[in-house]
Nanobody
Framework: QVQLVESGGGLVQAGGSLRLSCAAS????????MGWFRQAPGLEREFVAA????????YYADSVKGRFTISRDNAKNTVYLQMNSLKPEDTAVYYC????????????????WGQGTQVTVSS
């Protein structure tokens, strides 16, 4: 089993930046593809970004491509989401999760979700 703890959320003005972290427990963190999702009030949870075990390949939702960067440090059991040029529509609770290996962009492709961290972007 893997436990995930997100941090780094907060309130930021449009155009600003935040860096989210997701710390994972367990010795096998480097074995997992990891993903970031977000959920705004009244909306379904949506895919944001994913990174494979080695960090060699990354994947992004079109809405964040070019603004967000996912990375990982396997020595620290941590995955990051650098968010630049933030927009009010990026406001959501952001979650990290462990990929099950069947896909990358659907909620059901993941398990072991963290508790989430709130990101609020003011206009």
């Amino acid at each position: 089993q893997v436990q995930l703890v997100e941090s780094g959320g907060g309130l930021v003005q449009a155009g600003g930046s935040l860096r989210l972290s997701c710390a994972a427990s367990g010795r096998t963190f480097s074995s997992y593809t990891m993903g970031w999702f977000r959920q705004a009030p009244g909306l379904e949870r949506e895919f944001v970004a994913a990174i494979v075990r080695s960090g060699g390949s990354t994947y992004y939702a079109d809405s964040v491509k070019g603004r967000f960067t996912i990375s990982r440090d396997n020595a620290k059991n941590t995955v990051y989401l650098q968010m630049n040029s933030l927009k009010p529509e990026d406001t959501a609770v952001y979650y990290c999760a462990v990929d099950l290996g069947y896909g990358l962009r659907r909620v059901l492709d993941y398990e072991y979700w963290g508790q989430g961290t709130q990101v609020t972007v003011s206009s």
